[in-house]
């Protein structure tokens, strides 16, 4: 009898060992949530000068559905790449005493970087720099016909991929005509348009764009020249920039434009939100409003979950 009674104590505590450890196996972990940092320019409207916003004066949306903030903060430092189409006419180089002028004015924690597009890659000329004068100095002339074969988005593309460690608020100014001479009239917008979109959401770069008209009387067509400018236009808004551009003509001075720039660079904030990015992370749709009067906030109107940490 003890020792049937000892074989039931063992039975018991082997059956309750397996219980707890079935237990443990079906118990889901938690899920540690991916985040989701943008960009989020404010801009008076009207002319007038942003007001500064805190936290309580935003609404995030995500998905349709809203969302807690998890920071807002002032942006502070920033990684600014230029890029030149080397197809422009090369006239546009009377407007590098401006675009030198906007590299000297950037603060001590801006780092500046200076590219071509040619061959439809970036040609890094200046990598990014707190030394705003070397940046300055790496400023040419356009190869003109030399520069035509090529795609300006594609030179986005590789650019964006090459992107070293300059910090969460980045920001491209490509100097282009917008027209893809690689693909040839397709319309109404580029196929590589997209995938430059898609890239600057993930990596949070806002992307901004002055037209200038290409080399060679063909780049002066006004159906051409506009359809580089619906391009420039779309892939600019769906990242939180913007297009700079007066008809299809050569602008008469970059320095308005510059001007501009420089003001929504001043007054721009970095937004926090957490997340499920699954496994390799998403874009998901985000919206912001705000009742401050005379205020507009822009960003790019998707924004990139980094994947869970228990999904890697």
């Not at 009898?1 to 443990?24: N, W």
């Not at 030198?100 to 890094?124: E, L, R």
């Not at 420089?262 to 926090?272: A, C, D, G, V």
Request: with cysteine; aromatic share 8%; glycine share 8%.
């Amino acid at each position: 009898m003890p020792a049937m009674r000892s074989s039931a104590r063992l039975l018991g505590m082997i059956v309750v060992l397996t219980c707890t450890a079935v237990m443990k196996a079906e118990t889901p972990k938690p899920v540690a949530s991916g985040k989701s940092t943008i960009t989020v320019t404010a801009i008076g409207k009207k002319d007038a000068p942003a007001p500064d916003v805190s936290n309580d004066d935003i609404q995030l949306t995500v998905n349709k559905e809203r969302k807690q903030v998890a920071n807002w903060e002032k942006a502070d430092g920033l990684g600014l790449a230029i890029l030149i189409d080397d197809s422009l006419d090369t006239s546009v180089a009377s407007q590098w005493n401006d675009l030198k002028a906007f590299i000297m004015a950037q603060p001590a924690n801006t780092a500046v970087a200076v590219a071509y597009a040619a061959n439809s890659t970036a040609m890094v000329a200046q990598d990014f720099t707190t030394d705003h004068a070397l940046a300055a100095k790496a400023l040419r002339i356009p190869r003109g016909q030399l520069g035509i074969g090529s795609s300006p988005y594609l030179a986005v593309i590789d650019w964006l991929k090459r992107w070293p460690n300059t910090g969460n608020r980045r920001s491209l100014l490509l100097i282009s005509s917008g027209i893809d001479y690689l693909r040839g009239s397709w319309g109404p917008f580029y196929p590589d348009v997209d995938t430059a979109v898609e890239h600057a959401q993930k990596e949070n770069v806002n992307l901004w764009s002055i037209y200038s008209p290409g080399f060679g009387h063909r780049s002066h067509s006004f159906a051409l020249a506009n359809l580089g400018q619906n391009n420039l236009s779309k892939m600019t808004d769906e990242t939180g920039g913007e297009t700079y551009f007066l008809g299809v003509t050569a602008p008469v001075s970059f320095r308005p434009y510059l001007e501009e720039l420089q003001t929504h660079l001043n007054n721009q904030y970095l937004l926090t939100f957490s997340g499920d990015g699954g496994a390799k992370g998403k874009l998901v749709r985000v919206q912001l409003r705000s009742e401050l009067p005379d205020l507009e906030l822009s960003h790019a109107n998707n924004a990139f979950i980094s994947p869970s940490s228990a999904s890697r």
